[in-house]
């Protein structure tokens, strides 16, 4: 419904642990496997009851939400979940560090787990303008560095006159974000799109130049990995999961706004680099499937289901 995040989501979290919890009554399992912090009681609950193994899968982090430091109730869940956790499972190696750092979780216990996309049938749209187009995609909050997207933005305007930003998305940091576009005087270089269904984002990678991510903390970031899909060139930020599986793509740190400009220029304007960049990708995207995610993750049900076995074979050993 559409408070599904609003205030009542607390309660919602420990009403579907209840259910979770009573379901145990009636369904027989080997192995709890919960996702992102809204599942976290419901999987330590669940765990305490039966003693079978639990294993979190983190797709996102408070401290990519809000910020490094935020300690909120939000926080605190997450950190229950991966403390019980017999193993956590990130979408990064980029978020396992972030849940070392700042939650103080045993790295031995991490193993990452790499997000993937469905192939779908890729087309582009030829057009007969002479703009060169520049996607962004997703949430306009400080996560996804608006800040960021806005400097870079100045900057390419400023030398190139025919470059137009389409941005994709809504978010708390939009109105913001759209007086400082109007105050710098580069409105007509850019479009705010608002909120874009999925079939109506296709029509958008199919018809844009280069793809852009400058993203503070982005655990994984399948934007960019559906935009490769598409065969853009994409300019990412070193902030993102999706960065050690995207091998050639242009990478800069988020702040760095010169270098960004001058890789999102570079993109639009020298056809070699461009062409280069993304037949290598095509490569790299072949090599991303569902298929090796789950097997990544059945390697951790194994691990955890003949650990079981082991303790209970010597636990009957010890009896005798």
């Known amino acids: 419904d559409d408070d599904s995040y ?24 080997d192995v709890i496997h919960a996702h992102d912090w809204i599942t976290y009681t419901a999987g330590v609950r669940l765990k305490n009851k039966t ?5 979190v899968h983190v797709h996102s982090l ?48 991490i193993f990452p787990v790499y997000n993937a996309i469905e192939m779908e049938n890729v087309f582009h749209e030829a057009r007969t303008d002479h ?16 800040k960021f997207l806005f400097e870079t933005m100045t900057k390419l305007c400023r030398k ?19 007086r400082e576009v109007e105050a710098a005087g580069i409105a007509h270089q850019v479009v705010f799109t608002g909120f874009v269904r999925k079939d109506k984002v296709n029509h958008l990678f199919a018809s844009v ?61 020298y056809e ?8 290598l990708t095509a490569d790299d995207v072949k090599n991303i499937s569902w298929d090796s995610s789950a097997r990544e993750a059945l390697k951790s049900y194994k691990h955890v289901l003949n650990r079981e076995n082991d303790e209970d074979g010597m636990e009957e050993s010890t009896q005798l």
């Open 6 to 29: 609003g205030p009542a989501i607390m309660r919602k979290v420990q009403a579907y642990a209840d259910v979770a919890e009573r379901l145990t009554d009636i369904i027989s399992f």
């Open 51 to 55: 003693e079978k193994p639990l294993l």
């Open 272 to 279: 070699s680099l461009c062409e280069t960049m993304t037949r």
């Open 131 to 146: 703009e060169k187009r520049v996607l962004f995609l997703g949430r306009i909050t400080r996560q996804k560095g608006p």
């Open 160 to 178: 190139m006159n025919n470059v137009k930003f389409y941005i994709a998305g809504t978010g708390d940091q939009a109105e913001v974000l759209k």
């Open 62 to 109: 408070e401290t990519d939400r809000a910020h490094p430091q935020a300690r909120n109730q939000t926080y605190y869940i997450e950190h229950e979940g991966m403390m019980n956790a017999d193993r956590v499972l990130p979408v990064s190696e980029y978020t396992k560090h972030s849940i070392t750092e700042y939650y103080g979780i045993d790295a031995s216990k």
């Open 209 to 269: 130049d280069a793809y852009f991510m400058p993203s503070v903390s982005e655990p994984f970031g399948l934007s960019a990995l559906e935009a490769a899909l598409f065969n853009i060139p994409c300019v990412i930020s070193k902030q993102s999961g999706v960065s050690e599986v995207l091998h050639n793509v242009l990478k800069a740190d988020c702040w760095d706004t010169d270098k960004l400009a001058n890789y999102l220029y570079a993109v639009l304007n």
